[in-house]
């Protein structure tokens, strides 16, 4: 999604719970990411527009607590346990995704199909 | 040379004017020669000779001068011995007739000048001299003080004169319309000045017979100082203050849009005017009146459309709907001259390419049929004799060969008025005595060069007028227009003021220069 520097943000959010999986000492969930602003944007094969700096999800491990929660690859993530996303780098954005102590991860992510969804069942529903 | 034959020539032909008889002689020159070139060459050639390029009204209009005067005049037989020819003659009266009148119009600031200076130079000496001359014996003598300002004077006084010769006296390049402002406020003030110590010097020194020589010489050091302060100031006036650039004035040709920018400084409107025609003559392409913007077949083209003429006695609405109509379909079929100027162009272009190449091919290879003769290689052998010519005549040697294609392609490019065959031979002739290659020949007919290269050097200098809605001696300021018309075109001049530069700095450690490699990470959570 694109911004302009200043305003707020606004996106349509999906939340998405995650159960870290323990391996060994490790607990995974799953998933790689790429982006941050301190990296390329225009290399981001999944982000409409070329400027947008924010993570997003570039591969998922089949079978996975990622894809069994429901991640796609290609969202954006706007949130990981309450912590913003959307400007950060990528090294705090993994740091923020891998703490020891916790359990569960809750995203908040975005994507385009899920403008599409919304509209389509704002358009079949209006009175709701 | 040709003295006798012309004399007797003219004795019997005398009802025709001197002026024609000046031109049938050149043709008939001009055609003999031509017939040796060609006798020379391989083709025949006929070689049209215009005589002198018609490149201004004024030269015609002397020519008409020239017949009226002929018709009056007395003859000039050879009998007596200090006799000058025709042709001295009528180059004589023509240099009268343009001399003469400008004479006095042009000179007149400059004299005054002279003389005003002169007047100035000589009376610190006179102030000096006059006592010594009229009460020597009552004078108090003076010693070694009087000696310094004397050896002070004469240094200053050889300072003026040298800067003067080499700042002011030069012939003027141009008349103005208008006073040139500086130059009479300085005349003026070195007149007030100098008045003004010849009265005090009448009043104190003359009259009273002052005898203290040494406060008359003190006297005259100070006016001699005074007046290098007034060529400091003149100096500063007239040749320092224009030179800082202030405007930028945009020159537009009126006929075909050629356009220049120049940097000026703080000048008056005829002082920039002067400047601009200055550097109009060596950096515009000559005005050839030839080169129109449209040919006529194509714009007439929009002229034609159709012409609704009613034929009822009593027009219905529905004939002037139709006329209506039928007017929309031609403006609409009008639209077709763009098309036909693009292919005219493009025609025009192919034409001048092709005829541009067959000129350097002939050039190229007329050049190489003659060479240059070494001092050393004098000898030759009895049985082919060289024949050695100078350069007028090994000229007109290679240019049969060349001449046809040299005339088409100057028709072509319609550069025809600009050069006569006379010369095109005199530069062909200077670029063999200079070693020149072809290309170095050619570079004169190629391009359209500046209007200076097709002067001739007449004294009579060019007219021009200029056309402002400010006073001329007014300053140059922003926004300000004028133009200076010639009788076929005119230069549009716009004064625009250069902007003013703020510059800032930035230092730049060179250790800071860094860089990374741009970051494309994947991590795995």
Known sequence: MSFVPGQPVTAIVQ??????????ENLILGFSIGGGIDQDPGQNPFSEDKSDKGIYVTRITPGGPAEVAGLKMGDKIMQV???????VTHDQARKKLTKR??????????????????????GCHPKQ | MDNESQYSGYSYKSSHSRSSRKHRDRRDRHRSKSRDSSSRGDKSVTIQTPGEPLLDAESTRGDDRDDNWGETTTVVTGTSEHSISNEDLTRLTKDLEESTPLECKRFIGPALGGCLSFFALVTPLAFLILPQVLWRDALEPCGTPCEGLYVSLAFKLLVLLISSWALFLRPPRATLPRFFVFRCLLMV??????????????VRVLEPRERDYRG????????VDALLFIQYLALVLLEVRHLQPAFC?????????????????????????AWVLDRYYSDFSVYNP??????????????????????????TNNSTGQSRAMIAAAARRRDNSHNEYYYEEAEMERRIRKRK?????????????????????????????????????????????????????????RQQAFHSMESILTHLQFCITHNMTPKAFLERYLTPGPTMQYQQQNGRGRQWTLVSEEPVTSGLRQGLVFSLRRSDFSLVVTVTPLPFLRLGEEFIDPKSHKFVMRLQSETSV
């Open chain 1, 101 to 122: 102590k916790e359990d569960v991860v809750r995203l908040l992510i975005t994507r385009k199909s899920l403008e599409e969804t919304v509209k389509q069942s704002m």
């Open chain 2, 216 to 223: 008359i010489v003190e006297y005259a050091a100070s006016l």
């Open chain 2, 290 to 315: 030839a080169v129109v913007n449209l040919p006529k077949s194509i714009l007439s083209k929009k002229m034609t459309g159709f012409k609704v003429y009613s034929l009822d006695e009593n027009p």
């Open chain 2, 249 to 273: 004035l945009k020159v537009v040709r009126s006929t075909d849009g050629a356009s220049k920018f120049y940097n000026v400084g703080h000048l008056s409107i005829q002082r920039a005017a």
């Open chain 1, 15 to 24: 939340r998405i719970e995650i159960q870290k999986l323990r391996q060994g």
């Open chain 2, 357 to 413: 190449a067959r000129l350097v091919v002939a050039v190229e290879e007329a050049f190489t049929h003659i060479k240059r003769l070494h001092e050393d290689e004098v000898a030759s052998s009895p049985k082919h004799p060289r024949e050695v010519m100078d350069p007028r005549e090994a000229a007109q040697a290679i240019f049969a060969p060349m001449a046809r294609a040299m005339q088409k392609y100057l028709r072509t490019t």
């Open chain 2, 189 to 202: 003030l070195v007149f007030l000045f100098v008045a003004s110590y010849w009265l005090f010097y009448g």
């Open chain 1, 81 to 87: 346990n309450g912590w913003d996303m959307t400007m």
